[in-house]
């Protein structure tokens, strides 16, 4: 009886296993070109259109390793929605219920941010005192800010600023 259970318990592991291997299916949501390494301005391997299906490989900072017909590089993960496009227009239609006020409040607010480091980049960094001292000469003090707002007749709002040093 055991012999019997050790091939099949072999082979669910092995189709587990499998579909892992399978990947993902992602549509582009807009057009975008597939580049050689995930960066910019690396070199364009093809050009992607809208609606267009990628097998998407794996993942780095904010871009897709994927394959598209027999073409494989990166794209931007922005430019990628998962599933096939029939997924894709459901979950559309039930976002603009949600900005037509049918469902919710209608004051829908989205954010996305990526920077595109990795784990490598981010232990690479070093201390850069020139730009800490740069970004710190675009601060403003309280009193700035008061001025600011009045000179643009805007309405003043009460907001708890960092101590001066």
Do not use: H
């Not at 549509?27 to 050689?36: C, H, I, V």
């Not at 227009?89 to 219920?97: F, K, R, V």
Request: hydrophobic share 40%; aromatic share 6%; with cysteine.
């Amino acid at each position: 009886m055991m012999n019997r259970l050790i091939p099949a318990f072999a082979l669910c592991l092995l189709l587990v296993a499998q579909s892992g291997w399978a990947g993902e299916i992602g549509t582009l949501s807009k057009a975008d070109e597939l580049k050689a390494e995930p960066f910019r301005d690396a070199k364009t391997v093809k050009s992607l259109a809208m609606g267009e299906k990628v097998d998407i490989l794996s993942k780095e900072g904010g871009w897709y390793k994927a394959k598209a017909g027999k073409s494989s590089g990166w794209v931007r993960m922005l430019s990628v929605r998962k599933g096939d496009a029939k997924q894709s227009a459901s979950a559309a239609s039930g976002l603009l219920a949600l900005s037509s006020g049918r469902a919710g409040t209608g004051k829908v607010v989205a954010t996305t941010g990526i920077r595109g480091l990795n784990e490598e980049e981010l232990k690479a960094a070093t201390f850069n005192e020139a730009e800490l001292q740069r970004a710190e000469a675009n601060s403003s003090s309280k009193a700035d800010a008061a001025q600011f707002a009045k000179q643009g007749k805007l309405v003043a709002r009460s907001f708890d600023y960092l101590p001066a040093k």
